[in-house]
């Protein structure tokens, strides 16, 4: 799997339920087999994606997509969120 493939079917899950969250892509990356490349651990230790998936994901949305740090899910953009890619829920 790419970073490529990942990002795809984040944007997949994305289209058919409306958010994605990180735990579940991260899930996608390490089974069945570990995929290292798509993911990190990061300084809190906790497994993330890796830079790579992200900035495909990134470029597949054109900031349609809005990430809810809190709760580690990225969700499509409202009227009422505040400008950038972070938002609070």
């Not at 944007?11 to 990356?29: F, I, T």
């Not at 830079?51 to 990134?58: I, K, N, Q, S, Y």
């Not at 899910?73 to 972070?86: A, F, L, M």
Request: glycine letters at 6%; one cysteine or more; charged letters at 30%.
């Amino acid at each position: 799997m790419t970073p490529e493939d990942l990002a795809q079917w984040m944007y997949s899950r994305l289209q058919d339920q409306g958010c994605v969250y990180q735990d579940e892509s991260v899930g996608k990356a390490l089974y069945p087999t570990s995929n290292e490349h798509l993911y990190r651990v990061n300084d809190d230790g906790n497994i993330v994606l890796a830079t790579g998936v992200l900035a495909a994901f990134r470029k597949m949305d054109n900031e349609k997509v809005v990430w809810v740090k809190p709760d580690r899910y990225w969700r499509w953009r409202c009227s009422t969120d505040e400008p950038g890619r972070e938002q609070r829920g």
